[in-house]
């Protein structure tokens, strides 16, 4: 069997390029990656070197001014596309009808004299970075990461919330294998509290539920929608009331290899979306508007952990499905 899957290796990807034999090493050194045999070795390193082909190819076409952003090789460089978006973009779509129900009018018309640039983390509303591993968690990251800005609104104390106890709790969503925002925040406010990710730790699977009221460090009495497709309304609340829940498609190569700049590609679908996010500010560089958004697939990924999404064209639908949460008065 060994001898096959390198005899298919070969087949599909070619011999391993020796001229990269240190760029290999080196990237192996700073992932900690380690594989369970020869065959699975060299597999690896043959998606590898796709990447680095990619990742050198879009670099010398941004070097020429034909692109706003570029790529790198990061921890995901040894998996293939269809590898990342079925392990790590799991998010479900909210259903339609239901998103319009809780949809708040207050924005449909946007508000005037919003600030030119905003930036959350500047302010203390947003938590550090983290990875959500080969875990398909991203719905109860992105849930955390706008409720702990509201409690921090609230209280003044910015508290890391658990996405643990999310995925061991709230039983209507798939802990790794997927969830629903909306139904993360019905949880919380079912349960009447959500614990701080200190007393119920991220574990990067599911376990049975342990959240205790020992540990309750954030609570929301209701969320709200932001009008769909709407730039100008998003921005509205990203401004006026803080971080944001969306949904994004997360599933092209160029946004799993992203390093730095205003991502901008030209072929990324508005239509559908496959990951969670947190939108945590705006701004515009040399004319190009962009939303600062933070991921959760670590600080070795981006811009630290962060990506800057193109503006005002709904790029990757991030304006389809915006949600946050309301912790009252």
Not at 84 to 106: C, H, I, Q
Not at 137 to 150: D, K, P, Y
């Amino acid at each position: 069997m060994r001898s096959l899957a390198l005899f298919l290796t070969f087949a599909v990807f070619g011999l391993a390029s020796p001229h990269l034999n240190d760029q290999w090493e080196a990237w192996r050194a700073e992932f900690q990656k380690v594989y369970t045999d020869e065959a699975e070795a060299v597999y690896r390193r043959a998606v590898w070197e796709n990447k680095w082909r990619l990742v050198r190819r879009h670099n010398l076409e941004a070097e020429a001014g034909n692109a706003t952003f570029t790529l790198g090789l990061n921890q995901l460089a040894d998996m293939t596309t269809d590898e990342v978006n079925a392990k790590l973009n799991r998010l479900k779509e909210e259903d339609p009808t239901s998103f319009d129900s809780w949809t708040s009018t207050r924005w449909d018309k946007g508000v005037e004299k919003l600030p030119e640039s905003v930036d959350w983390r500047q302010k203390g509303l947003v938590s550090p970075v983290q990875n959500q591993g080969h875990c398909g968690s991203c719905w109860a990251f992105s849930t955390v990461g706008a409720l702990e800005g509201q409690m921090a609104r609230k209280t003044g104390v910015l508290q890391p919330l658990s996405p643990q106890n999310l995925m061991d709790c709230s039983y209507e969503n798939h802990g790794c294998k997927g969830g629903w925002v909306s139904k993360a925040f019905q949880y919380i406010i079912d349960n009447d509290g959500i614990d701080s990710g200190r007393c119920y730790p991220y574990e990067e699977k599911v376990r049975d539920c342990r959240y205790s009221s020992r540990g309750r460090a954030g609570y929301c009495v209701s969320f709200a929608a932001v009008p769909s497709s709407n730039e100008m309304a998003l921005q509205a609340v990203v401004a006026l009331v803080g971080p944001v829940s969306v949904s994004i498609n997360a599933g092209l190569p160029s946004f799993h290899h992203y390093k730095e700049g205003v991502y901008d590609p030209p072929d990324c679908s508005t239509e559908t979306t496959n990951h969670a996010v947190l939108v945590v500010g705006y701004g515009t560089d040399q004319g190009l508007d962009y939303w600062i958004v933070k991921n959760s697939w670590g600080s070795k990924w981006g811009e630290q952990g962060y990506i800057r999404m193109a503006r005002n064209k709904n790029l990757c639908a991030i304006a389809r499905r915006p949600i946050y949460p309301i912790v009252g008065n």
